[in-house]
């Protein structure tokens, strides 16, 4: 039984289709963990309170069912004025909620210039670390091997990361193998496949033969969404088309000199090659996957382990800010707080644009995409295993993979969830979720059959 | 008039000559489809005016204004002013080139002064010499696992080879009479090398770390374009960023400046060192 439920309820159903039983289906309860994802709680006192309470009640009647009898003998509030009679129960409250000592007050956070990176830059200028008692800087990087160099190097405390980049890390493709953690997604969604504006005529993918692309790093969500969406349409992307890593500040650069057709980018790169007059948005990434995880925030598992106070801070400053970033009304301040030299360096119309969703695509058209980037934090086990799937089907990855086992201990879903509910949210109430990629539904209990039923793979 | 005057005058009509065919190169605007005005406030003026993504003369001089007047400002540990920067990559520069010193020349007069370590080390600097220094960027932040140390690693060893070979050069040519006559009158091993070799060989020494630091110079702007953080070559990358050509030209001027100063001041020393024979 979830620890913030409420054991003072008779009602609640012990079993159901729904993982806290007050929803009828699944389906349901996510719609409303999601609804409550967008609100802060209102006193945090009181859900100390309830928490202390409820694990009180729980040590005194570890049987549910006796809970349950003793419950609808007296009545919630008799029994809760009954515990604290003989339990002191503010003091233990007061306890709980005093937040453990922070071993490192001065952090360095990495980040990319990009808007990807929206929750770790804000929560800078907008105070979100602050009111966790960190002082953090945020250091802009050329690049995303730098990042984890820096960050495996320990001058970075954690940073702004691809979410393949964790995995990679933890699997020694490309490196030295170190356990490394991803606690936190950062958005969702926010990216865009960018062509050259004399390829305008050219919609149909199936043109795109000898196409030269860039994406930002071969660990990357581009890399794998470009691929996937190419290899949908026939196109085998090792041999079709050329696909080269390019660090995102120099794509626009090299679109304008014609050494690439197009690239699968994150923002605001696409729009900023929109802005400059070179390029034209052919498709959004939501429309490749909807709700697909891009950008995550990693640390090192050295540093959750050895200062675990400082880094649920650290965490808890991210969730908030990101919640934050959830709401449309938001979005503009936003834009202009993290648009300045010292953040993305980027002209604030560009940013917004990005952020709010109402942009100009390149052609002449202004679209609104109020969810052309979202922000929620939870890194979704299901996403991790995807990322495998990939890794294997492209050949980055050989013999037999972990999945469950590699997903569960880079993607921290269970921290994550606990935090959440410390900073007033409500997350998912499963760490695992199915979901669609281009029409094809993704079972993550059966990878292995995912990776066969593609017809162009390296495998 | 004097030659200098003469020569002067020739360069001041080749930079108005310069900056008269870029300002008119860059003057001019294509033409530009017409667009929905809410579209075009969406845009950027490259797109909206068809003006031409490279400024003109004006526009650096104006933009190299503001930064002149106002080179210290610190908004944060992701822009700082010019100065500042400037002031970070010299830093860097100094120390690792100081090294370099330190290493180059007692390691150059061993072997200028024995034949049998020049023979034994040469296959060694032979190989090492040709790489390029950023080639050393992966190794050194592996290793030394410090992006700042890294740099000034890469300094260290592009500026190392110049001094070294130059002064192993200066050091085996000294004139045999002198050393003769060193000889004859019983100069002790350590007073030879002091007050013989080492100003017989100074002129050669110097010209060696005149090169180097010229090489250490270019090379500090591509290994901060690498690591970021701070310096000039950080502060190219973050306007390459948002593709402020504007911003990037004045840098490229800053750097050339620093350079030639830093290249003059070598050349005087070399002068001071310098006896007519």
């Known amino acids: 039984m979830p620890m913030f439920d409420n054991p003072f309820d008779p009602k609640r159903r012990l079993t159901s289709g729904c993982p806290c039983g007050q929803h009828k289906s699944v389906a349901e309860h996510d719609q409303a963990a999601r609804l409550q994802a967008q609100e802060v709680a209102a006193s945090e006192d009181k859900r100390y ?31 809760l004025a009954a515990i604290s009679q003989f339990f002191p129960l503010s003091t233990a409250t007061e306890v709980f909620a005093q937040a453990k000592p922070i071993e490192k007050k001065d952090l360095k956070v990495g980040f990319i210039p990009i808007t990807c990176a929206t929750p770790i830059i804000m929560a800078k200028p907008m105070g979100f670390y602050e009111k966790h008692g960190l002082n953090v ?148 990434s939501k429309e490749i996957w909807d709700r697909h995880p891009c950008c995550a925030f990693a640390a090192s598992q050295e540093f959750v382990k050895g200062s675990p106070n400082t880094y649920a801070a650290l965490l808890k400053a991210i969730i908030d800010a990101t919640a934050f970033a959830t709401k449309p009304e938001n979005r503009k301040q936003i834009a202009e707080s993290i648009a300045p030299a010292n953040y993305l360096n980027q002209p604030v119309t560009v940013v917004e644009q990005v952020l709010t969703g109402k942009f100009a695509d390149g052609l002449g058209n202004v679209k609104n995409v109020p969810d052309r980037i979202d922000f929620d934090p939870f890194p979704y086990e299901s996403f991790a295993v995807w990322i495998l ?14 999945y469950a086992d590699v997903a569960k201990s880079v993607f921290l879903a269970t921290d994550t969830t606990k935090l959440m509910k410390e900073v007033g949210l409500t997350p998912p109430s499963s760490t695992s979720k199915s979901f669609v990629v281009m029409g094809k539904t993704f079972d993550p209990s059966k990878p292995e059959e995912y990776i066969k039923s593609f017809k162009i793979k390296r495998v | ?185 019983e100069v002790g091993p350590l007073k030879r090398a002091f007050t013989v070799i080492l100003p017989a060989a100074a002129p050669t020494i110097l010209t060696g770390m005149r090169i180097s630091i010229g090489i250490a110079w270019l090379v500090i702007v591509a290994a901060e374009m690498l690591v970021g953080g701070t310096g000039i ?30 290249d003059q001041l070598l050349a005087r020393a070399a002068k001071l060192v310098t006896y007519p024979e």
Request: net charge positive.
């Open chain 1, 137 to 284: 800087d945020v250091i802009k990087t050329a690049g995303w091997a730098v990042v984890r160099d820096k960050t495996i190097n320990k001058e970075y405390d954690a940073a702004h990361m691809l979410s393949p980049m964790p995995i990679a890390i933890t699997l020694g493709a490309g490196s030295n193998p170190i356990p490394y953690t991803m606690p936190a997604v950062e958005n969702i969604n926010g990216q865009a496949i960018t062509l050259a504006v004399k390829h305008k005529d050219k919609r149909d993918p199936k043109s795109w033969k000898g196409f030269k692309f860039a994406v930002p790093f071969d660990y990357s969500m581009h890399n794998y969404l470009l691929r996937y969406y190419l290899a949908e349409h026939g196109l085998d992307p090792d041999t079709d088309v050329q696909i080269r890593a390019v660090p995102p500040p120099e794509m626009v650069a090299n679109l304008r000199a014609d050494n690439i057709d197009g690239f699968l980018a994150p923002d605001p790169v696409n729009q900023r090659a929109v802005y400059d007059g070179v390029g034209f948005i052919h498709i959004l």
């Open chain 2, 233 to 262: 070559g950080y502060f190219v990358w973050n306007e390459w960023n948002n593709l402020s050509i504007t911003n990037v030209i004045n840098a490229i001027l800053v750097i050339g400046i620093v350079g030639m100063v830093l």
């Open chain 2, 1 to 185: 008039m004097t030659l200098s005057a003469r020569a002067g005058i020739v360069s001041i009509l080749i930079l108005v000559l310069f900056l008269g065919a870029w300002h008119l190169a860059t003057s001019g605007s294509s033409s530009v489809q017409q667009m929905d005005p809410e579209y075009a406030k969406l845009m950027g003026i490259t797109a909206t005016q068809g003006k031409s993504a490279m400024p003109g003369p004006l526009q650096v001089g104006a933009t190299l204004w503001k930064h002149l007047t106002n080179p210290f400002y610190d908004n944060g540990p992701n822009d700082k002013g010019l100065g500042i920067q400037l002031a970070y990559s010299i830093g860097r520069v100094a120390i690792g080139y100081l090294l370099a010193v330190l290493v180059a020349i007692p390691l150059g007069f061993l072997i200028g002064m024995s034949q049998l370590m020049s023979r034994a080390l040469d296959p060694f600097i032979q190989v090492l010499k040709p790489i390029s220094p950023l080639a050393w960027m992966p190794l050194a932040l592996y290793t030394i696992k410090d992006s700042n140390y890294s740099a000034i690693f890469v300094i260290f060893i592009c500026s190392v080879w110049p001094m070294l070979i130059n002064t192993a050069f200066g050091v085996a040519t000294v004139r045999k009479e002198w050393l003769n006559v060193a000889r004859t009158l």
């Open chain 1, 49 to 79: 309170e309830n928490v202390v309470a409820g694990t009180v009640l729980r040590a005194m009647f570890p049987q549910d069912a006796a809970r349950r009898a003793f419950l609808k003998t007296v009545g919630a509030s008799t029994a």
């Open chain 1, 389 to 402: 799937t990939q890794m294997k089907r492209w050949g980055q990855i050989k013999g037999e993979v972990k």
